[in-house]
Structures are given as structure tokens and as C-alpha cells.
């Protein structure tokens, strides 16, 4: 583990993001496939992604973290890891995942989300994790039905897709699941 590691598993770990990451993850957050499936599709400039860097410990209960891999002893940046709404007294909170378009399909959205589940069921001791996603999103619908997350409800027209409103569907895995999964 370096100093910047939070947590690992094999060769997918996460750790706190570094200023040589800022570029490529603005650029994931820009390029059309990932904006048009954030709830805040906003275009990021260099300058405004340098003062967020900046501002990336003010928060406890926000974190984002970069999502690595080393295999063949070659450190790749995956993508960028998201926990909003921590909170330690009720042991709930939110997460959240985007992977490098050039990267998609090849498995890391399960690896990654196989490593924020452990994290927080497992170090954390979240009682129950929760997602939101946009109704369009089927990717993402089929990646967290595969890992055990259930619909709790949705929030209706909540999003604007094009000249339409959208719902948002919200999603949570409860740790007794993920344990009974996971054994
Ligand atoms: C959603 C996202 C995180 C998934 O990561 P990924 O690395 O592409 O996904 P994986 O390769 O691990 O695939 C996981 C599952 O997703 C689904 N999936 C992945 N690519 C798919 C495709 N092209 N078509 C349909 N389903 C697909 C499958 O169910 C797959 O499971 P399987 O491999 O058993 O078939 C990633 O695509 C992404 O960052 N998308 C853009 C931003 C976004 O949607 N973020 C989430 C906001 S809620």
C-alpha cells in the first residue's frame, strides 16, 4: 500500500485522487456518454476542475477517490469513485461510479463496485448503501440488479434528458444482502 491507498483488493484498490488524474477525469466527466448520465451534467473547465481538486477534503461526508488497477505491474486509472451522504449514526450512505469510456465493458464497473461494496459493508460497517440512476440508464440498471441492488423507489420526472423529463430511480443494497451474497 502507498500513502494514498484507502483500500485494495488484489489488483483493484482505491486511493485518494492526485493532481496527474485531474485531466483525465475531467475529460471522462465531459465526454457525452458519462454527462448525459449525471444528475448535474455540466461541463467542466480545467479551472473549475482545479479548484474542486482543491477542495476535495473539505467534506466528510463526500469523498471521491480515484479507482486503479496494477496488474502486469502497470498502474492503470480506471475511473472515479463516489460516497455522498455519509453517515455514520444511522450506517447509510451513497455511491457512486464512473469508468474511463475507453475502459467499459471489460469488467471493472463490477470489480470496482465488488471493492466499494466490501469497503463499505466491511470496513465501514454501512448498514445499507444506496445509488441513484437515471431511468435511461440500462447499463448501469443491469450492472446493480447483477450485484443485489433492489429499486426502493423513484423519483418521478426528476431529470431533464433532451426537451423530456426523466425519473430517478433509487437503489439500495442492505448489508444482511450483500453478506449472504458474498459468502
Ligand atoms: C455504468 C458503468 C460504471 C459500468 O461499468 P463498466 O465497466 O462499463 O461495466 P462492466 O464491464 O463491469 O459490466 C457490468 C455489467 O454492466 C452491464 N453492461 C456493461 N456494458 C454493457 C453494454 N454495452 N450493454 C449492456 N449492458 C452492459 C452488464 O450487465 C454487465 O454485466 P455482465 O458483464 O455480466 O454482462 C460504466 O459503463 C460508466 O461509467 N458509464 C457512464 C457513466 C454512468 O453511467 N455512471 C453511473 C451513473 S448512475
Redesign the pocket.
Known amino acids: 500500500m502507498s500513502k494514498n491507498d484507502i483500500y485494495r483488493i488484489g489488483y483493484i484498490y482505491f486511493r485518494e485522487i492526485e493532481k496527474k488524474d485531474i485531466e483525465i477525469l475531467r475529460r471522462m466527466h465531459n465526454d457525452p ?2 454527462l448525459s ?2 444528475t448535474d451534467p455540466t461541463y467542466i473547465t480545467k479551472n473549475m476542475q482545479l479548484n474542486w481538486f482543491k477542495s476535495l477534503h473539505k467534506s466528510n461526508k463526500s469523498k471521491r477517490y480515484s479507482l486503479c488497477t496494477n496488474s502486469d505491474g502497470k498502474k492503470t486509472l480506471l ?1 472515479m469513485i463516489r460516497f455522498d451522504q455519509i453517515d455514520h449514526l444511522n450506517k447509510n450512505m451513497m455511491v ?4 474511463i469510456p475507453a ?10 463496485y465488488y471493492l466499494i461494496l466490501n469497503y463499505c459493508f466491511n470496513e465501514l460497517k454501512m448498514h445499507k448503501v444506496t ?4 431511468a435511461y ?4 440498471k ?2 446493480y440488479n ?1 450485484l443485489g441492488f433492489k429499486v426502493e423507489g423513484l423519483l418521478k420526472e426528476h431529470l431533464i434528458k433532451g426537451d423530456k423529463y426523466s425519473d430517478l430511480i433509487v437503489m439500495s443494497l442492505f448489508r444482511r444482502d450483500f453478506l449472504k451474497n458474498d459468502s
Open positions: 456518454t458519462t448520465m449525471l475511473g457512486g461510479l464512473d469508468i475502459l467499459r465493458g471489460k469488467g471493472f464497473g463490477k470489480m470496482g445509488l441513484y440512476t437515471a440508464n440500462d447499463i448501469a443491469s450492472l447483477k
